[in-house]
């Protein structure tokens, strides 16, 4: 089970950082994925941290901004948000998989909705100009 926490609303240029408590899972051999999804638009894939942290990755839009990282003793993953814009706006959710190495298959949609084995329910961000 997953558990995403920590959306609110901010103005352009502010932080938030998101959490994504997983069980079930052991230590850092599931990947997390960070997806979005704004109203009327498709869901896309955001962030991704593989199994075993062997790599990491990000969206296009979010290079620069945004970054993944995960606690195994606790069981979470990260995604930090940073220079927040209006176009950040969106449902955040979490999901995980066991054994993913290759992060990149969160930019193809909608095969990795269907990858992601475990979802988590979202959280509102909200980034207002």
């Known amino acids: 089970q997953l558990q995403a926490s920590g959306g609110g609303s901010v103005q352009t240029g502010g932080s938030l950082r998101l959490s994504c408590a997983a069980s079930?899972?052991?230590?850092?051999?599931?990947?997390v994925g960070w997806f979005r999804q704004a109203p009327g638009k498709e869901r896309e894939g955001v962030s991704c941290?593989?199994?075993?942290?062997?790599?990491?990755y990000y969206v296009e839009s979010v290079k620069g901004r945004f970054t993944i990282s995960r606690d195994s003793a606790k069981n979470a993953v990260y995604l930090q948000m940073n220079r927040l814009k209006p176009e950040d706006t969106a449902v955040y959710s979490c999901?995980?998989?066991?054994?993913?190495?290759?992060?990149?298959?969160?930019?193809?949609?909608?095969?990795?909705?269907?990858?992601?084995?475990?979802w988590g329910q979202g959280t509102q961000v909200t980034v207002s100009s």
């Open positions: 079930g899972y052991t230590s850092n051999g599931y990947a």
């Open positions: 999901a995980a998989v066991s054994g993913l190495l290759d992060c990149t298959i969160i930019d193809h949609q909608p095969i990795s909705t269907q990858i992601f084995q475990s």
């Open positions: 941290i593989s199994s075993s942290d062997v790599n990491t």
